[in-house]
């Protein structure tokens, strides 16, 4: 009889802790980089070939080590696009970053486009999506962070709608610039004085709902924001001296040398040495005929 009255409670403390325990696990973020080949606008999708997943080791001691590897399981992603803006900035043949949560595509949270000819000069010009979720530096030593505003009578389990996003613009590690942004507010910050230019723009996001009263504690899906996000490089960013450049800013051309020596001009020929002695001999003969009909 005494032992029945110490399970029953046990059963129900059990019973208690399922149901306070956290409603679902955060969800795994992919990270991938692919080659833009097909963007088909009716079905709102984009795909990458030959992508390589971003992962990072971490050691006992040290910092982590993070790379790129490729993806073997497929050579190409699909994925939804987080907004349409993501068609008028990439196209087929650009280098891009694409995030998506739970598995290697299907749903893409980010799309940021990719500038530099080699891995370890890789830098972003252009994000659509969650810019927390790029590993890559953005170009001209800029970083952009977000933070979402909750409205708290608009939540689901861990999540709210954000009302609001304050966005901070960094130049070489430091603030330069916060702002909070409604819906389809726009930031931009061009103080550097070297022709380099960030706009930010707030489409939609979440807010994690911790930040509301009573909704401490809980554990789940994370948030994820939509932004618009580019960048424009500091004049002469990325060119070297101009007779031998190989790269240029990702929003100009420098205009070619020319590949072929210039024809050189032709060589006197040995007639043309003989022109003033014909001149004189000329002028001999007329002055002949002159003292001959002077007589």
């Not at 019973?15 to 692919?34: F, M, N, Q, R, W």
């Not at 613009?169 to 909070?180: E, F, H, P």
Request: charge should be neutral; charged fraction near 15%.
């Amino acid at each position: 009889m005494h032992c029945h009255n110490v399970i029953i409670p046990l059963i129900a403390a059990l019973i208690l802790c399922c149901c306070i325990a956290p409603v679902s696990a955060v969800l795994l973020e992919v990270t991938c980089k692919g080659t833009v080949t097909t963007e088909d606008t009716v079905k709102n999708t984009l795909s990458i070939k030959n992508p390589e997943q971003y992962g990072c080791d971490y050691p006992t001691t040290g910092v982590p080590q993070c790379s790129w590897k490729p993806v073997s399981s497929t050579s190409t992603l699909t994925g939804t696009v987080p907004d349409p803006a993501a068609f008028s900035i990439l196209s087929g043949g650009d280098l891009a970053v694409a995030t998506s949560l739970g598995g290697l595509g299907e749903q893409w949270i980010t799309l940021a486009k990719i500038y530099g000819p080699r891995e370890t000069e890789q830098v972003i010009t252009d994000i659509v999506g969650d810019p927390s979720t790029v590993p890559l530096p953005l170009v001209g030593d800029y970083a952009v962070e977000t933070e979402m505003v909750p409205d708290c009578s608009a939540c689901t389990g861990t999540v709210c709608t954000a009302k609001q996003a304050t966005v901070t613009v960094k130049s070489s590690g430091s603030a330069v610039l916060t702002k909070t942004l409604a819906r389809g507010e726009t930031l931009t910050y061009n103080g550097r004085n070297d022709g380099s230019r960030v706009m930010v723009k707030f489409i939609s996001g979440q807010a994690a709902s911790q930040a509301c009263p009573g909704k401490s504690g809980m554990t789940g899906p994370q948030a994820v924001s939509v932004f618009i996000v580019k960048i424009t490089p500091p004049v002469g960013y990325g060119q070297v001296n101009i007779r031998t450049a190989t790269t240029t800013r990702p929003d100009e051309a420098l205009t070619p040398l020319p590949t072929t020596p210039p024809t050189p001009s032709p060589e006197p020929t040995k007639s043309g040495t003989l022109v003033p002695f014909t001149a004189f001999g000329a002028l001999a003969v007329a002055a002949l005929v002159l003292m001959r009909w002077s007589y």
